[in-house]
């Protein structure tokens, strides 16, 4: 079985590969933040929509 790379190591690879002056570490950060931003924007939203569901 094939083994899937964990999210954040694949879209650092792929950033670092779009950019040359970021570190590895300035890389995960900035694609950690993305993802968690990404997530409570998520999350909101789906609590809007239980809110108006109820309405």
């Known amino acids: 079985m094939a083994q899937r790379q ?4 694949r879209f650092t690879d792929e950033l670092m590969t779009l950019t040359s002056d970021l570190t590895q570490d300035q890389a995960a950060d900035f694609v950690r933040r993305v993802y968690l931003a990404g997530h409570e924007a998520a999350v909101a939203e789906a609590a809007q929509e ?3 569901e109820g309405e």
């Open 6 to 9: 964990h999210w954040l190591i």
């Open 50 to 52: 239980r809110l108006r």
